[in-house]
């Protein structure tokens, strides 16, 4: 197993143009995780972990909500993501913390490499079905027929 560790945004970006362009060559498959990352408190405890006592940190649960919670967290989580495919002898992964403030670009930027990653997949193409070709050749026939 190779592990590239924690990058920064621009280097995670370059690792993940490297994986797709590795992963078509190999015909396997690139694998993404996204989750926000909390720092572990063992002494207190955090609140995001607790979701029995603080129901309105489960982002699970937040939008069947119907009233708002008075003490809601507004504190804004980096967000780690993971990267990795694996051949049949060692898998290769990096991760990167990305803060919420950059998000957008970073989103845009890995949007742009996920896109050009995939240049492997073919659109298929829509076969016709009998009926509607039935149908087609029975309209045309009443056209000329008149």
Not at 22 to 27: D, F, H, L, T, V
Not at 32 to 53: C, M, Q, W
Request: glycine residues 2%; aromatic residues 8%.
């Amino acid at each position: 197993m190779i592990n590239e560790g924690c990058l920064s945004e621009s280097e995670f970006l370059v690792k993940a143009a490297q994986f797709f362009k590795i992963a078509n060559e190999k015909k396997i498959t690139v694998h993404v995780s996204v989750k926000r990352l909390i720092k572990l408190d063992h002494v207190e405890g955090n609140p995001e972990r607790d979701a029995t006592k603080f129901p309105h940190y489960d982002v699970s649960k937040v939008s069947s909500i119907s009233k708002q919670v008075e003490n809601n967290s507004t504190t804004k989580y980096p967000l780690l993501i993971r990267i990795w495919y694996a051949s049949h002898t060692k898998k290769t992964k990096c991760s990167a913390i990305v803060d919420a403030s950059n998000l957008d670009k970073f989103w845009q930027d890995y949007s742009n490499i996920a896109k050009s990653g995939m240049q492997g997949l073919i659109k298929k193409k829509k076969k016709k079905s009998k009926n509607s070709t039935s149908k087609d050749k029975k309209k045309k026939s009443k056209r000329v027929s008149k």
